[in-house]
């Protein structure tokens, strides 16, 4: 292991050595302003990028969510259809005077003139 030790040599004063030091440390100063710009941009980037992130994320989960109720309604819309539909035919039936007498007979018991009605039990 060795030691480095100092050396006794005086530095020249020359207008040179004194310019070639100040660009080094011109240099040296623009190396740290532009690490600390990347390092700041970096930042920046880092920060938006986690919040595009997390934007596209929750609307990710907006979307699913909002599909499954979708899916929900459209079977709810199938079935009041089909109970449109039904309600309508019963319409068209009422309008039938048959259908109506006929009616009346299974839920008023109601007969014509000399019928008459037994009434069975169903099971």
């Known amino acids: ?15 040179y050595i ?5 660009k080094k440390q011109k240099a040296s100063r623009r190396r740290r302003i532009a690490v600390v710009r990347f390092t700041f941009l970096g930042i ?9 992130v997390y934007t596209m994320q929750s609307q990710a989960k ?13 079977q709810k819309l199938d079935k009041l259809e089909k109970q449109q539909k039904q309600l309508k035919e019963e319409i068209k039936k009422l309008h039938d005077d ?19 009605i037994f009434v069975t039990p169903e099971k």
């Open 1 to 15: 292991m060795s030691v480095p030790h100092k050396t006794n040599v005086t530095k020249l004063k020359s207008s």
């Open 18 to 22: 004194s310019a070639q030091e100040e």
């Open 44 to 52: 920046v980037l880092a920060l938006v990028s986690s919040a595009f």
């Open 62 to 74: 907006d979307i699913e969510a909002k599909q499954a109720s979708k899916k929900q309604l459209e």
């Open 98 to 116: 048959e259908y109506i007498a006929e009616l009346a007979r299974k839920k008023y018991y109601l007969s014509k003139d000399g019928e008459i």
